[in-house]
């Protein structure tokens, strides 16, 4: 060593090597006078050269789910070290969080990557986070319909911590005879009354159902007007007839009707309500 002074402060720094690669690193602070003999000992330490961490992780199937990544610090020697002090750091941290003791919370859907750092080397774990429905419940402002009315119906689907999440539905009921349902949004249903009587309707999402009871009161016709009320026809002429059906408020009613004659030997009428003079 060059020596200006007649006593210097040095760092000396000493490597094992493996061919280019250093196994072991160590140094020391010594002091050293000029034309001076130093011993020193200098303690070697293995060199780190990788951070693992684990991989092919089960997805955290709910919010605020948790896992515990464990990071092992691979040294040169091909030793490997768990437990050594590292920084983690969240990449994706509106996904999922990580804390300073390698414990990761699930936030919302998607993938995150997770960071380990240690002396300057960097391990990565991906962390998916994939709720599955647990629970599906239905709403509707009233579980009462009349035949041709409708009630909108909402659907909602949790995991199993209660958290909700959006999912589209795939709607039906049990008795489409009684009561018919159409999607008209992602977590929405139109529910129509077909005819009296009770049904359930059902939504299902991530293969979990969920039910609501119907029921469908037919609503009393009131009165029944044919048009044309008065009509002359030959023997043989025919005439289609128009039966309206309505309730005690005016509403026209979509019932099926059925047709008869009095006088079988002036007039046949038909199923449809065609007249036919005979």
């Not at 493996?18 to 130093?38: E, H, Q």
């Not at 009684?178 to 299902?204: K, N």
């Amino acid at each position: 060593l060059d020596i200006g002074a007649e006593q210097e402060q040095v760092e000396l720094t000493m490597e094992l090597r493996r061919g280019t690669a250093a196994l072991f690193r160590g140094s020391a602070n010594i002091a050293v006078r000029r034309a001076d003999t130093t011993a020193v000992d200098v303690q070697l330490a293995p060199v780190p050269a990788d951070v693992l961490l684990p991989s092919n992780l089960a997805p955290l199937t709910a919010y605020g789910d948790t896992v515990r990544l464990d990071a092992a610090v691979v040294f040169a020697t091909g030793d490997t070290i768990p437990g050594l002090p590292v920084a983690w750091v969240s990449l994706n941290p509106e996904i999922a969080s990580v804390n300073q003791a390698g414990h990761v919370v699930a936030l919302s859907e998607g993938q995150a990557q997770i960071r380990a750092t240690h002396a300057g080397l960097l391990g990565l774990a991906t962390v998916t986070v994939a709720p599955t429905v647990h629970t599906v419940t239905l709403q509707a402002p009233t579980q009462n319909l009349l035949v041709d009315q409708t009630v909108t119906v909402t659907a909602t689907a949790r995991d199993r911590r209660g958290n909700l999440l959006l999912r589209t539905f795939t709607w039906g009921t049990v008795n489409t005879a009684i009561a018919t349902a159409t999607s008209t949004g992602p977590q929405t249903a139109s529910v129509r009354g077909v005819s009296g009587g009770q049904t359930q309707v059902t939504a299902t999402a991530g293969g979990v159902s969920g039910s609501l009871g119907i029921t469908v009161t037919a609503v009393p016709v009131a009165s029944v007007t044919v048009t044309p009320q008065v009509d002359t026809l030959r023997t043989g002429q025919a005439r289609q007839l128009t039966a309206t059906l309505r309730d005690a408020a005016g509403n026209t009613l979509n019932r099926p009707v059925s047709w008869a004659t009095s006088s079988g030997g002036i007039a046949s009428v038909s199923g449809t309500g065609l007249v036919t003079a005979t």
